[in-house]
Antibody, heavy 121, light 109 residues
Framework: QVQLQESGPGLIKPSGTLSLTCAVS?????????WSWVRQPPGKGLEWIGE???????NYNPSLGSRLTLSVDRSKNQFSLILTSVTAADTAMYYC??????????????WGQGTLVTVSS | EIVLTQSPGTLSLSPGERATLSCRAS???????LAWYQQRPGQAPRLLIY???SRATGIPDRFVGSGSGTDFTLTINRLEPEDFAVYYC??????????FGQGTKLEFK
């Protein structure tokens, strides 16, 4: 069973850059198609950030505009998120997730435990 | 953008009762593009239902998904103590690709 583990700094200063990595274990990242990032502000609901294909194609949530970059490193079996010009509104638990592979359906069947990112000076 | 509206916001029930959670989409959604998740406190979300009605691996059969078009329902029969959590529906569309409902909190009565 595929397992995911997020890593990255827990505290970032306003206007700084957030960088997170999701390590994939129990399977090759190339064996699956799409991978996503989802975030959840404290006490609030889930927001889809974006998705990256194992070959590198991406789709982003327009709400994040040009601040977001997602990428895959197949040699390290991991994928990454970079979010620039962060503000307090970016404070959230960040999850990485694996898309399910049942043909024609959509959903995330494996999730990391999440990493809390706080934007504060 | 597909907007998903969940109701009620909070549902207060007792173990053994039946819970009925609603998810309404702002536009018609193919059934295979609707999923449900459970999130317990301090945990990541867990996929319960995909394709509107198919249970994910390991999900008990007391969890039943149904619906089509713009109206979808998650029914939880014979509530167990571990079922008290927050539930989210998720849809797939054009932009953004994925959206979530605001969640329904299932709490002890």
């Amino acid at each position: 069973q595929v397992q995911l583990q997020e890593s990255g700094p827990g505290l970032i200063k306003p206007s700084g850059t957030l960088s997170l990595t999701c390590a994939v274990s129990g399977g090759s990242i190339s064996s699956f198609r799409w991978w996503s990032w989802v975030r959840q502000p404290p006490g609030k609901g889930l927001e889809w950030i974006g998705e990256v294909f194992q070959g590198g194609d991406v789709n982003y949530n327009p709400s994040l505009g040009s601040r977001l970059t997602l990428s895959v490193d197949r040699s390290k079996n991991q994928f990454s998120l970079i979010l620039t010009s962060v503000t307090a509104a970016d404070t959230a638990m960040y999850y990485c997730a694996k898309h399910m592979t049942v043909s024609g359906t959509r959903g995330f069947d494996s999730w990391g435990q999440g990493t809390l990112v706080t934007v504060s000076s | 953008e597909i907007v998903l509206t969940q109701s009620p916001g909070t549902l207060s029930l007792s173990p053994g009762e039946r819970a009925t959670l609603s998810c309404r989409a702002s536009q018609s959604l193919p059934s295979n593009f609707l999923a449900w998740y459970q999130q317990r406190p301090g945990q990541a979300p867990r996929l319960l239902i995909y394709g509107a009605s198919s249970r994910a691996t390991g999900i008990p059969d007391r969890f039943v998904g149904s619906g089509s078009g713009t109206d979808f329902t998650l029914t939880i029969n014979r509530l167990e103590p571990e079922d008290f959590a927050v539930y989210y529906c998720q849809g797939y569309g054009d932009s953004p690709r994925y959206t979530f409902g605001q969640g329904t909190k299932l709490e002890f009565k």
